[in-house]
């Protein structure tokens, strides 16, 4: 298994893991169980985050089964819940650093192929992504549904997240989680 920055012959297969995975394309059944993702990409969403540095992918036996997306508040302002989100962010203090919209990017989402879950690929695909932001931010905040506990708890059982916020939009309640990029999610 390795971990790599996403190239564009990969965005083909990123956009089938994404379809397989989004919300409205799942039972709730499916949704509870399984987890789900919520926000979807266009291929020219994808390019810009690949010209980013921003798209990682975990793959084994050359066939890509997960990626994860992370990048500035500038490019998620494209969905309305991240400015949302930063706002009310802004100022509040976390392991030393005080979050603005210049020290802190959003991380996510993150999908991985069932079959691949409960594996090393979840955290190795993290520790990709974050080796790739560390020099740029202190801080990755990320945002999960809160009918999404499998997401909750891979986050920070798995991977130490801490809540520093919760709140709604939408009609949905959502938690927003930091970590820091200096720390390895391996041991």
Not at 1 to 19: G, V
Not at 158 to 181: C, H, I, P
Request: proline residues 4%; hydrophobic residues 40%.
């Amino acid at each position: 298994m390795i971990t790599r920055l996403a190239a564009k012959s990969d965005i083909h297969t990123i956009i089938l893991i994404q379809e397989m995975n989004l919300f409205d394309n799942l039972s709730r059944l499916e949704r509870e169980q399984n987890g789900f993702v919520t926000t979807p990409f266009t291929i020219h969403q994808l390019k810009r985050l690949i010209a980013d540095h921003g798209l990682f992918v975990v793959e084994s036996d050359d066939q890509v089964h997960g990626y994860t997306a992370a990048a500035n508040w500038e490019y998620f302002a494209q969905w309305p819940i991240n400015p949302f989100m930063i706002t009310r962010l802004v100022g509040t203090r976390f392991r030393g650093v005080i979050i603005s919209e210049h020290n802190s990017f959003q991380y996510g989402p993150v999908c991985i192929d069932e079959h691949m879950r409960g594996t090393q690929a979840f955290p190795r695909l993290f520790e990709e992504m974050r080796l790739e932001m560390c020099p740029r931010f202190p801080v990755g905040i990320t945002f999960i549904n809160k009918a999404n506990e499998r997401s909750y708890r891979a986050h920070t059982r798995r991977l130490g997240m801490k809540v520093v916020d919760e709140f709604q939009y939408g009609g949905r309640e959502y938690y927003s989680l930091a970590f820091d990029t200096a720390v390895s999610v391996l041991q």
